[in-house]
């Protein structure tokens, strides 16, 4: 039989058509299987955000995460880790809890270790609580003990140049620290990004990583008349225990920095560490920090 050349023109467009719709449908197959490998991007309630691979360092999640904002506590992450790089650092050294610490958290009304005057408190003991209960007291007894100078003033302004070199020194180009515990007089900044960086080398050393971990903790420690007694503390960051791979690293709070987490947490030999700036709530900053979490991990 013959077939004209119509027909056989025919029977190739017949072809190329059939070709292409299963080309077209493997293809939109493919792109469904692509799509739903890639998680959607969370929303979450704070101003600013940023979540990265602990070990490699690369950002996962970006919200403002180059806008400097106020810190509230998490500042204190940086205070253990100007204290923690100290030479020769004897965490066992007792520091006698001075009156000043007492005034200072009375005036500012400011979170508390209830440090009791008179009391000798080893370093190790004033960095529990300083990270726990974010004891403000403890903040400032580091920085006097820590600071260089003749007077507590002297002292004080020395750690905090510390604090800001520490900074410096990690290349953060929008962090800047005028506190030892982030109540600021208006120049205590940094943002969701730097915020992490200083976690993240923070949580290099064993010291930092047992202390932001913990959930509670009874310490002993001596009086003024040589006694003892147990100080309990408890850790702000609620998400310890709560979130599966937990391991820590601090909450913070305040009328300009509203409600702050720099968070970390290990699944399956993958760190992902994150923070979260000015979110309304401390009910609504857990919520986005386990958002970006499970984004993290799923990335």
């Known amino acids: 039989m013959k077939i004209g050349l119509k027909g056989i023109n025919r029977a190739r467009v017949a072809v190329t058509v059939t070709l292409t719709a299963g080309t077209l449908l493997a293809g939109s197959a493919f792109a469904s299987t692509a799509q739903a490998a890639t998680p959607p991007t969370p929303t979450i309630t704070a101003k600013g955000g940023f979540v990265m691979n602990n070990g490699t360092a690369k950002a996962l999640y970006s919200k403002s995460?180059?806008?400097?904002?106020?810190?509230?506590?998490?500042?204190?992450?940086?205070?253990?880790?100007?204290?923690?790089?100290?030479?020769?650092?004897?965490?066992?050294?007792?520091?006698?809890?001075?009156?000043?610490?007492?005034?200072?958290?009375?005036?500012?009304?400011?979170?508390?270790?209830?440090?009791?005057?008179?009391?000798?408190?080893?370093?190790?003991?004033?960095?529990?609580?300083?990270?726990l209960p974010s004891g403000c007291d403890a903040a400032y007894a580091l920085a006097d003990k820590f600071g260089t100078g003749s007077t507590r003033a002297a002292r004080v302004k020395s750690f905090i140049g510390k604090m800001n070199a520490d900074a410096k020194s990690l290349g953060l180009k929008n962090t800047h620290f005028d506190s030892f515990d982030g109540i600021s007089s208006g120049s205590n900044y940094s943002t969701p990004r730097d915020l992490t960086k200083i976690a993240s080398s923070a949580m290099k050393n064993s010291t930092f990583r047992a202390i932001v971990k913990t959930k509670s903790t009874k310490q002993k420690v001596t009086t003024k008349s040589g006694g003892?007694?147990?100080?309990?503390?408890?850790?702000?960051?609620?998400?310890?225990?709560?979130?599966?791979?937990?391991?820590?690293?601090?909450?913070?709070?305040?009328?300009?920095?509203?409600?702050?987490?720099?968070?970390?947490?290990?699944?399956?030999?993958?760190?992902?560490?994150?923070?979260?700036?000015?979110?309304?709530?401390?009910?609504?900053?857990?919520?986005?920090?386990?958002?970006?979490?499970?984004?993290?991990f799923k990335k």
């Not at 100007?82 to 009304?109: C, R």
């Not at 391991?247 to 509203?258: D, E, N, Q, R």
């Open 65 to 131: 995460a180059d806008t400097r904002r106020s810190t509230g506590s998490t500042t204190k992450i940086m205070t253990a880790k100007v204290v923690l790089a100290q030479k020769n650092l004897n965490l066992d050294a007792k520091v006698t809890v001075q009156k000043a610490y007492s005034d200072y958290i009375v005036s500012k009304n400011a979170s508390s270790a209830r440090l009791i005057v008179g009391d000798k408190v080893t370093v190790r003991q004033l960095l529990y609580g300083l990270m």
């Open 228 to 296: 003892y007694r147990y100080m309990s503390w408890s850790n702000t960051n609620t998400m310890l225990g709560s979130y599966t791979g937990m391991i820590g690293v601090k909450t913070g709070s305040g009328p300009t920095a509203k409600y702050c987490l720099v968070f970390a947490a290990t699944r399956n030999g993958k760190t992902i560490i994150g923070t979260v700036l000015t979110s309304t709530s401390a009910t609504t900053r857990t919520a986005d920090a386990k958002k970006l979490l499970d984004y993290g």
